[in-house]
């Protein structure tokens, strides 16, 4: 029984592990998407080139 426990502990710690890896890594995937996708296109430089229509 002492066998099964200890199994069972190391493959819980073994899991949560991986889970916290995988946050980690989806967290800076989607952080470097953001950087070099999302926030280029959501506020992209301009230049003003208008010409004078009164005089």
């Known amino acids: 029984m002492a066998l099964f426990s200890a199994q069972s502990y190391m493959l819980a710690r073994e899991y949560s592990a991986h889970v916290k890896d995988r946050q980690v890594l989806s967290g800076e995937m ?19 080139a208008s010409t004078m229509t009164d005089e």
């Open 30 to 48: 989607l952080r470097e998407y953001d950087e070099k996708f999302v926030m280029p296109r959501a506020m992209p430089l301009v230049r003003d």
